[in-house]
């Protein structure tokens, strides 16, 4: 069954790494949620996670999710201490914190561009995620930590940048500094302000067509003439030789 699990996470991570260009060391975002499970299950993230992920991982947390777990007090006490020995990333809600979940969704806007992984236990915070592509969510059941199959938003993205018809937000402004620095946006410019003149007639269509001279269409009785006068001439040609030889 464990080795049916880690073939399952490899194979997603595949996905995420060739799709969207997830790079070690991965990045993972958790809440109160997560970190409750985690220790009522008796679950050491730290050591298991990357193990189950095949990567380095960097265990996250921000402000939002700290504040929420001090303010439920003795009950998740213990889930506190967990996500205080985690990174604290910097979101932006510094001067008025916001629910955890609504914190960690405002860190994957515009494309998850720091490539965060999403865990959480919270089911609506879940179905969220889902929404947004490229957006790894991990959950726990039982006693196992679970790497959820892609989202078929993420999968649409994929067929869609496949098809060339999506260019993710980042390589856009990627691909126009690249020509304002070259210089290239500017001619693409002129390009197109230039239109195409409208040419003038053929000149070759323009001459006049010759009249074709049209042989043998001679009256029939200029043809006559022609061939008496031509029987005429041999006749006398041959007359006038014999007349020849016989003064000779």
Known sequence: MKLTRQKHAKK??????????????FQVLLDGTFCQAALRNKIQIRE???GYLDGAT????TRCVLKELESLGKALYGAK?????????KCSHQKDPV??????????????PHHFFIATQ????ANKVKKKAGVPLLFIIQNTMVLDK???KS????QKLQTNQLVPEHQKQTIVQLKEKEGLAKQEGEKRRKRKRAGGPNPLSCLKKKKKTQEGQEPSAEKKKRRKRKRNRVKTEGVQSVQKNEKE
């Not at 919270?122 to 915070?125: A, E, F, K, P, V």
């Open 81 to 89: 201490l967990i996500a205080q020995r985690f990174q604290v990333r």
């Open 12 to 25: 997603i991570m595949g996905f995420y790494k060739h799709s969207f260009h997830f790079r070690e060391p």
């Open 155 to 158: 999968l649409v993205f994929v």
């Open 122 to 125: 919270d089911q609506d915070l």
């Open 58 to 61: 960097q265990l996250c947390t």
């Open 99 to 112: 629910s955890g979940s609504a914190c960690l969704l405002s860190m994957i806007e515009e494309g998850n």
């Open 150 to 152: 892609p989202s078929p």
């Open 48 to 50: 298991q996670l990357p």
